[in-house]
Nanobody
Framework: QVQLVESGGGLVQAGGSLRLSCAAS????????MGWFRQAPGKEREFAAA????????YYVDSVKGRFTISRDNAKNTVYLQMNSLKPEDTAVYYC????????????????????WGQGTQVTVSS
């Protein structure tokens, strides 16, 4: 069983930056692909960014490309989401997610590809 704990959310003005962290339990972190999803009020959860197990492959939804960067430190069992040039429309609860062990060679963009989810962290961007 993998446990994921997000941190780093908060309130920021438009144009500002935040870095989200997601700490994972277990010793198989590097063998799992990771992703960040977000859910705005009244909307469905959507994919934001994903990274392969080695960190060599990443993918972003168009709306965050050039502003967000996903990365991981396998020695620390942690995945990050650096968010720059934040916009009010980025306001959402952000969730990190992990695949099962063995699905690490690429990234995944669909929620059903992920087996483990964190509790979420709130990001609010004021205009």
């Amino acid at each position: 069983q993998v446990q994921l704990v997000e941190s780093g959310g908060g309130l920021v003005q438009a144009g500002g930056s935040l870095r989200l962290s997601c700490a994972a339990s277990g010793r198989t972190f590097g063998r799992c692909a990771m992703g960040w999803f977000r859910q705005a009020p009244g909307k469905e959860r959507e994919f934001a960014a994903a990274i392969s197990g080695s960190g060599g492959s990443t993918y972003y939804v168009d709306s965050v490309k050039g502003r967000f960067t996903i990365s991981r430190d396998n020695a620390k069992n942690t995945v990050y989401l650096q968010m720059n040039s934040l916009k009010p429309e980025d306001t959402a609860v952000y969730y990190c997610a992990s695949t099962k062990v063995g699905y690490s060679h690429t990234y995944y963009t669909k929620a059903y590809d992920y087996s483990y989810w964190g509790q979420g962290t709130q990001v609010t961007v004021s205009s």
